[in-house]
């Protein structure tokens, strides 16, 4: 890993802490929005070994930071989720004598001495932590290890995110791909010939010696409750109602999910409908989803996909666990490199995963709102102010609320907007629909999608917009621009998912249902396009040539 990138410098600074400290009455697991489990945690199961072989009790700690949540563009949705998963995890680890320790700090500048006080409090001098890939997380946690060398801590910091960790799978050059195709062939030929490091299960931690009931300070842990809402991320009592229930907590939700969609036959439940934990009808097909992953994937009308995204967001399954489960479905035990069978399929999409976590580990400019290709800075959007008056925020609010006259697009966003979730196909529409027809920055629709999915994670869904907007790596390219009409025949060849979600539509059948006539749509009060997709698609293609597009 290079020395210079965030990330190999604070592997830098972790490695530069002494190997040994004086020994605490206590070491500290501090667990994050995107490690939200107990079983198969890398820091987690290192910190319970730690205080096993010590002796000494191990605590959970889980910071709210209201800050960062709002400089990440966090939405409700997402810290809602957090709260219901950790409450779930309090009660978890309270049954092996271990207290979760949930406080909240606004500051982010000050976080890490806040971290350290609470060390100091707690007499811990060995904190760990699995990393965060995010540019101002790696920043937070290398001041983390250089205030922790001046108290006498060691803070150690893992990698238990991806399947194969950011910096492994490198060009001739040993520099990180920018091309996913190469990287994904390296991706799993390095993963077949190297399972038992990639697939390690990490051990559940041991249960806390009884001593720290008796302990004044850290028996006090134990009263501590996690929060039912953070301030400034308040939701609507019938959206938390719906996330809860479409979008359940905790571990074993999630392997049930996956376990679904590895073994049970497809649903009939349509795409966003509900989760599937939620909802059982079954269809009469034998197959089961991953089965028929490789050619059904596309079909965003129907329940095709695993709908894991939110519970791998926020770590609530371990994306190992995702691989291990499904190499079992086949008697090979390699990952299949070929594009047409489920299991290997599916396991490919979780390298995007992998992908674009390195991408944000290694180019950190791209979190930063800049593009990947540098010379799309120049590329000249429309107006898009979030608030006030003016052409481009009708424009804008309009895509928001499904209102633009594109029915998959405006299906699409409704989705989002009643599930915080939508499928891949429907996000790439949708998001081509906004940085191309409609020319407004890609910027402004990451920040909507992180404030209202429920799986917003800042690596996929800036890797998600820069592919649509072409100033990603290995983006679409500038000038293939999705055609709305010709896409929604694709992925909604049944017209169930429009009918469900713009009831307005809902009678409609065929071209009518895709494109309907100005006449049709006026009789039944759907609006008309804001632009013709022909004259935006020119639009476009002109100003990506003018911010210089041919170099
Ligand atoms: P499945 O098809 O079952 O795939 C399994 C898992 O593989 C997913 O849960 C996800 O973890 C991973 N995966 C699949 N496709 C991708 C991909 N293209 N990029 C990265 N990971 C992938 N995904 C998020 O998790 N969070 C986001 O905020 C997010 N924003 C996106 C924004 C845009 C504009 C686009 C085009 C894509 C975005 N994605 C995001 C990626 C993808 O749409 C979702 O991961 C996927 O739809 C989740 O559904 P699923 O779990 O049923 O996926």
């Avoid at 730690?50 to 009790?57: F, H, M, N, T, W």
């Avoid at 700690?61 to 809602?80: C, E, M, N, T, W």
């Avoid at 219901?84 to 207290?99: D, Q």
């Avoid at 971290?115 to 100091?120: E, G, I, T």
Wanted: hydrophobic share 35%; proline share 5%; aromatic share 8%.
């Amino acid at each position: 890993v290079d020395a210079d990138q965030p990330m190999g410098k604070l592997l830098e600074a972790v490695k530069n802490q002494s190997k040994t400290v004086k020994n605490g009455n206590a070491v500290v697991y501090w667990m994050r929005m995107a490690d939200l489990r107990i079983s198969d945690n890398h820091a987690l199961s290192l910190a319970s070994a730690q205080a096993k072989k010590e002796e000494i009790p191990l605590i959970v700690l889980f910071v709210i930071s209201p800050q960062d949540y709002k400089a990440h563009d966090r939405g409700p949705r997402r810290i809602d989720f957090t709260l219901r998963n950790l409450a779930m995890i309090r009660s978890s680890l309270a049954e092996l004598n271990i207290p979760l320790y949930t406080r909240t700090h606004n500051v982010r500048k000050t976080l890490p001495a806040a971290v350290l006080s609470s060390m100091q409090d707690w007499k811990c001098t060995n904190i760990y932590g699995n990393i965060e890939y995010e540019v101002d997380e790696i920043r937070r946690d290398m001041e983390v290890c250089a205030l922790a060398k001046s108290k006498g801590v060691r803070a150690n910091f893992v990698h238990n995110k991806c399947i194969i960790e950011p910096g492994i799978v490198t060009t001739k050059e040993n520099k990180a791909y920018s091309v996913y195709s190469p990287y994904q062939r390296k991706w799993i030929s390095i993963l077949n010939d190297n399972q038992d490091q990639y697939l390690t299960e990490y051990p559940d931690p041991h249960p806390n010696v009884d001593g720290i009931r008796e302990d004044t300070v850290l028996s006090k842990l134990f009263e501590c409750e996690v929060p039912k809402f953070v301030p400034g991320f308040e939701m609507e009592d019938n959206d938390k109602q719906t996330m809860a229930t479409v979008w359940p907590a905790g571990e074993e939700v999630a392997l049930q999910i996956l376990s679904l969609f590895l073994h049970t036959k497809s649903r009939t439940s349509q795409m966003g409908a509900a989760n599937p934990v939620a909802e059982g009808a079954e269809s009469s097909d034998k197959a089961s989803r991953i089965m028929k992953y490789g050619q059904d994937r596309d079909n965003a009308d129907r329940d095709t996909t695993s709908r894991l995204s939110p519970y791998l967001s926020a770590g609530v399954i371990s994306i190992r666990e995702c691989v291990r489960a499904t190499l079992k479905l086949q008697k090979s035990k390699k990952v299949d490199g070929s594009r047409d069978t489920g299991v290997g399929r599916w396991i490919q999409e979780l390298a995007w995963r992998d992908f674009y976590t390195g991408v944000l580990a290694f180019f950190p400019r791209v979190s930063m709102g800049r593009p990947y290709l540098e010379k799309f800075a120049a590329v000249e959007w429309e107006a898009h102010q979030e608030a006030g008056a003016g052409g481009g925020d009708v424009v804008l609010r309009r895509w928001k609320a499904g209102m633009t006259g594109v029915p998959v697009v405006d299906a699409a966003m409704r989705c989002i907007q009643q599930m915080g979730w939508v499928h891949n196909r429907f996000r790439m529409i949708t998001a081509m629909y906004l940085t191309k027809d409609l020319m407004i920055d890609w910027r402004v629709g990451e920040r909507y999608f992180m404030e209202n999915l429920i799986d917003g994670d800042l690596a996929s869904n800036n890797g998600g917009w820069q592919w649509s907007a072409s100033t990603g790596v290995d983006p679409c390219p500038y000038f293939r621009i999705f055609n709305p009409y010709s896409q929604s025949i694709k992925v909604d060849p049944t017209g169930d998912f429009i009918r469900k979600f713009v009831p307005e539509l809902s009678k409609l059948r065929g071209p009518d249902l895709h494109n309907p006539s100005a006449s049709v749509a006026s009789k039944l009060g759907y609006p008309h396009p804001i632009i013709s997709h022909e004259e935006g698609r020119q639009r476009a293609l002109e100003r990506f040539k003018n911010a210089g597009a041919a170099t």
